[in-house]
Structures are given as C-alpha cells and as structure tokens.
C-alpha cells in the first residue's frame, strides 16, 4: 500500500475528523427526508381547488380518488370494500396499505424532522460534508454525490489541483483498504479490491502530488445503505415501475425515493439519465439543480435551473418557473461565496 507523508496525513485525518459531524445526522436520520411542496393536481373533497402540501399519490384501490391522485394531508383515503388503498408515501417513500384514513395520520409534515442536512439549497453556510475545507486547492470528492449510496464499487472523481502530477487515492473501512495512484481526477473502482459493505461508513482520501511531493489533500466519507434499506427501496421502485404512468411521472416517483433516503447520488444519475433521454419537463430539470445543490455542486444546478426555467417559461407553468428561480438565485449566491465544488 502507498503511504503518504506523516504532515499530509495529518491534514487529511484533520478534515477527516470533520466528515464525522456531518454524517452522524446521516445515520440517526436515514428513514426521512424533507418533503418538496407542490400544487395538488386534483380538485378537494370540498369542490374548492386549494394549494396544499402534497404528501402521497394513490396507487390503486380508492372508491373516490383515481389512481395517481395526489394527496394533501387532510385528504381521506376511502378503500373498496374489503380491499386497502394502496398508496405512495412521499416522506418516507414507502407503499402503505390503508383503510379508511386521513392521510396526515400516516404522511404528514408534522413528522418532518428539524434538524435537516444543512446542503446550499437552505442558502446558507454550512459545514460541508465534501470539500476543501482550508484548502482551496484539495482535490475534493465529486462522485459518488453526496454520502449514501446503493453502488458498492463507485466510481470515483474529484476537483482538479492546480500543477498535480497524480493523485493518490486511498479507500479504508471495513473489509476494505487499498490505495491507488492515478494519473487522472477519475478512478473506476479497482475490480481486484474487495467491494465496500451495507451498512458501513468509508474513509476515501484524495492526495495530490507534484512529482513525488504531496501539495494537497482532502477526506471524505461515504456510507452504504444497509442490506434493509436497499431491499426497501428496490421493492418500492419495482412497485412504482408497474404502476401506468409516464416515464417523467415514474422519474418524479423514484427520485423522491431516493431522497427520502438521502440517495443524492442514485437520483442525480436518474435525474440525469432522464434530461440525456430528451425530457422536456422542466421538474425534472429543477430537481437536478435541487440535488446537485445537495451535492454541493453549485455551477452544475445553475447550468440545470437555467433549463428548467426556460422550459417552464415554454410551458406557463409558473409553479416550476418560481422553484427554478428561486433554486438558481441559492445557487448564484453560493457560488459567489466560492462555496460550490469545482466543475460537476
């Protein structure tokens, strides 16, 4: 195994040390994410349409609400005689099966934790779970975004350091330690190493050299959902994928799954694979700048807001061309005070 010099070290176990305070929010939180508002596409049981906070789509069985309605959480859900409703919980991305219930007393904001991930979406400073930390200059983890992910054996980039010759990049945790030299700021995971394991946190360090002199350096941290989790959420995508609706929809459904599980990097890959598809949505172009800015990637949301705003200007649909402004002026800002990671 390669072995940096002592004083680099310390730097990297230093802002290692930082990574930590960002990710235990991470594993005491995991089960529950932040729910994004949107217009209720259906008219109230009271015949007078009203704005409210979305908190579930109905999936099949409800005498009253077709399937793909979407629910606020004063709405009550009615099953068809000795049946449930099946319905999609956006806060917590699960499938339930109801009977005859208000939707608040199983998918309310009320539940919505306090203490969110602070990402420059809040639009305001935080400490950032991935970046340079003192130096501006480290060569900063870009992928895999953000700190949970499924894949097991990620592809690994980051930040260029200004005058490196080659980077080091170190992998430890359990069951795993390796180290590899790299010529380039992307790394495919070596298939000789061992894979990363469910359920573990991963110290991955980045090491920049100029000749054979460490310049620079940076540590991050990555956690692997748990077997669990993955099961979960690979059931419920499973389910939604048979449910008839649109390839955008489906898009929309997944990604606030993965958010839910603050799966940054699962989503901005949907999200993306869905734009490089020829959507013309603008959702899913605000959503990608929503999570790029999760990940902390300030110039890729603008560039994605940018998009989503012209579409919605296409579109009159001023509810997406509000949420795209308003996301893009977060992202200019944070830019501005040099908090986005270099390139995307």
Partial sequence: ????????????????????????????????????????????SNSQEQTCKVVAKVLSGDINWAPGSKLCQEDKVHPVNGHKVEVLCYLSAKILQLTSSTMGEHCSPRYQRQNQNCTLRDGRTCIKPKGPG???????????????????????SWSTTPLATSYIVQVEGKGVSWSVVAKTTQLLYPKEQPAMQPGNVYNVNIIAN???????????????????????????????????????????????????????????????????????????????????????????????????????????????????????????????????????
């Fill in 210 to 344: 100029q000749a054979d002199e460490p310049i620079a350096a940076s540590a991050s941290v990555v956690l692997i959902a748990s077997t669990d989790k993955m099961q979960q959420i690979a059931n419920t995508i499973n389910r939604l994928q048979s449910f008839d609706q649109s390839q955008d929809e489906l898009t929309i459904d997944i990604d606030r799954v993965y958010e839910a599980q603050n799966l940054v990097n699962e989503s901005i890959n949907l999200l993306k694979a869905r734009t490089e598809g020829g959507t013309k949505n603008p959702t899913i172009y605000r959503l990608l700048g929503d999570r790029y800015l999760e990940a902390y990637l300030a110039s890729a949301a603008i560039s994605a807001y940018s998009t989503a705003t012209k579409l919605a200007q296409k579109e009159n649909n001023a509810e997406e061309l509000a949420k795209a402004e308003a996301g893009a002026k977060i992202a200019e800002q944070s830019q501005k005070r040099g908090e986005g990671v270099r390139g995307s």
């Fill in 134 to 156: 003192e130096d501006e200059n480290a060569p900063t983890l870009i992928t895999p975004y953000g700190l949970v992910i499924l894949n097991m054996s990620p592809t690994l």
């Fill in 1 to 44: 195994m390669l072995i940096a010099p002592e004083s680099t070290v310390k730097r990297v176990k230093k802002a290692f040390y930082y990574q930590f305070v960002a990710i235990a929010s991470i594993l005491l939180f995991s089960s529950f994410s932040s729910i994004r508002g949107q217009a209720k596409s259906v008219a109230k």
